[in-house]
C-alpha cells in the first residue's frame, strides 16, 4: 500500500473519530438541557400547584389564612431551589430566565425553552388543582389587581425588583454562600407576599398568573403581571451589577492593606 494511500486512510479515521466525538458531544448536550428543561418543569408545576393550591384551600375551606399563604409560598419555592437548583438553575420564573440573560448569566438559545417549561409547568398545576378541588369562579387562585391597575403594576415592579435583587446577590456573585440560596430566595418571596399579596396577589412571576388565567379563563388586568415583573427583576439586576465593582472572592479583597486600595488597583 502507497505511502498516499495510509495517508488517506489515516485522514479518513481522524474525521471518523472526529464526527465521532461531535456526535457524542452535541447528544451530551440535548441531554443536559432536556434535563434542565424537565427540571424547569416540575420545579414550577409544584411551586404552582403549592403555591395557588394555599389560595385556593383558603378560598374554598378558610383554613391556611394569609399568613400561611405567603408562608406556603416561601418554603415551596425554597424546597424546590434546594432540589433542582443545581440542575436547571431553579428560575420557575420567565422574568428571572429574560434577566439572566440580559445580564449573560444564562445563554440566551435556552431562554425560550426554560420559558416554555415554565408555562407549562403552570398550566398543568393549575389543571390539576381545578380537577382535584373543583374550584369554583369565586375562589381564584391566580392574581387580580385590587383597586387601580396603576397601584398593582407599582407594587409587582418593586416586588420583583426586590426578588431579582436578592437572588443577583445569592446566586451570581461568588462571594455569597452559595448554601443560603434557598433560604434567602424563600424568605423574600415570604415578605413580599405578606405586603403585595393584598394589592396585586404578589405574582412577580408571569409563568405563575398566566398558567390560572388560561385555565379559569380569567384575563383582567394580566398584562400588569406580564409588564411589572419583566420590568422590576430587570432594573433589580441591573441594580445589583451596578453596586458589584468585582467578581473576586472576599478573602482575596481583605488581603489588601485597604478596601480603597483594592479599588484603586482595580484594571
Same mark, same amino acid.
Given at each position: 500500500?502507497?505511502?498516499?494511500?495510509?495517508?488517506?486512510?489515516?485522514?479518513?479515521?481522524?474525521?471518523?473519530?472526529?464526527?465521532?466525538?461531535?456526535?457524542?458531544?452535541?447528544?451530551?448536550?440535548?441531554?443536559?438541557?432536556?434535563?434542565?428543561?424537565?427540571?424547569?418543569? #416540575?420545579?414550577?408545576?409544584? &411551586?404552582?400547584?403549592? /403555591?395557588?393550591? *394555599?389560595? +385556593?384551600?383558603?378560598?374554598?375551606?378558610?383554613? =391556611? !389564612?394569609?399568613?400561611?399563604?405567603?408562608?406556603?409560598?416561601?418554603? #415551596?419555592?425554597?424546597?424546590? &431551589?434546594?432540589?433542582? /437548583?443545581?440542575? *436547571?438553575? +431553579?428560575?420557575?420564573?420567565?422574568?428571572?430566565? =429574560? !434577566?439572566?440573560?440580559?445580564?449573560?448569566?444564562?445563554?440566551?438559545?435556552?431562554?425560550?425553552?426554560? &420559558?416554555?417549561?415554565?408555562?407549562?409547568? *403552570?398550566?398543568?398545576?393549575?389543571?390539576?388543582?381545578?380537577?382535584?378541588?373543583?374550584?369554583?369562579?369565586?375562589?381564584?387562585?391566580?392574581?387580580?389587581?385590587?383597586?387601580?391597575?396603576?397601584?398593582?403594576?407599582?407594587?409587582?415592579?418593586?416586588?420583583?425588583?426586590?426578588?431579582?435583587?436578592?437572588?443577583?446577590?445569592?446566586?451570581?456573585?461568588?462571594?455569597?454562600?452559595?448554601?443560603?440560596?434557598?433560604?434567602?430566595?424563600?424568605?423574600?418571596?415570604?415578605?413580599?407576599?405578606?405586603?403585595?399579596?393584598?394589592?396585586?396577589?404578589?405574582?412577580?412571576?408571569?409563568?405563575?398568573?398566566?398558567?390560572?388565567?388560561?385555565?379559569?379563563?380569567?384575563?383582567?388586568?394580566?398584562?400588569?403581571?406580564?409588564?411589572?415583573?419583566?420590568?422590576?427583576?430587570?432594573?433589580?439586576?441591573?441594580?445589583?451589577?451596578?453596586?458589584?465593582?468585582?467578581?473576586?472572592?472576599?478573602?482575596?479583597?481583605?488581603?489588601?492593606?485597604?478596601?480603597?486600595?483594592?479599588?484603586?488597583?482595580?484594571?
Amino acid at each position: 500500500m502507497s505511502d498516499q494511500a495510509m495517508k488517506k486512510m489515516e485522514e479518513g479515521g481522524s474525521s471518523g473519530t472526529d464526527s465521532t466525538n461531535s456526535g457524542i458531544c452535541s447528544s451530551s448536550e440535548i441531554v443536559q438541557l432536556t434535563q434542565k428543561v424537565i427540571a424547569e418543569v #416540575i420545579g414550577t408545576y409544584f &411551586v404552582v400547584f403549592i /403555591g395557588c393550591g *394555599s389560595v +385556593a384551600v383558603n378560598k374554598i375551606y378558610g383554613s =391556611v !389564612t394569609f399568613p400561611g399563604i405567603a408562608i406556603t409560598w416561601g418554603l #415551596i419555592v425554597m424546597v424546590m &431551589v434546594y432540589s433542582v /437548583g443545581h440542575i *436547571s438553575g +431553579a428560575h420557575f420564573n420567565p422574568a428571572v430566565t =429574560v !434577566t439572566f440573560a440580559i445580564f449573560r448569566h444564562f445563554p440566551v438559545k435556552e431562554v425560550p425553552l426554560y &420559558v416554555v417549561a415554565q408555562v407549562l409547568g *403552570s398550566i398543568l398545576a393549575s389543571g390539576t388543582l381545578c380537577l382535584l378541588l373543583d374550584v369554583p369562579q369565586t375562589a381564584y387562585f391566580g392574581t387580580l389587581p385590587v383597586g387601580s391597575d396603576i397601584r398593582s403594576l407599582i407594587i409587582e415592579i418593586i416586588a420583583s425588583f426586590l426578588l431579582m435583587f436578592v437572588i443577583s446577590g445569592v446566586a451570581t456573585d461568588n462571594r455569597a454562600i452559595g448554601e443560603l440560596a434557598g433560604i434567602a430566595v424563600g424568605m423574600t418571596i415570604v415578605i413580599d407576599v405578606f405586603v403585595a399579596g393584598p394589592v396585586s396577589g404578589a405574582s412577580m412571576n408571569p409563568a405563575r398568573s398566566l398558567g390560572p388565567a388560561i385555565v379559569m379563563h380569567t384575563y383582567k388586568g394580566l398584562w400588569i403581571y406580564f409588564a411589572g415583573p419583566i420590568v422590576g427583576t430587570v432594573l433589580g439586576g441591573f441594580a445589583y451589577n451596578l453596586i458589584r465593582f468585582t467578581d473576586k472572592p472576599l478573602r482575596e479583597l481583605t488581603k489588601s492593606a485597604s478596601f480603597i486600595k483594592s479599588l484603586s488597583t482595580k484594571p
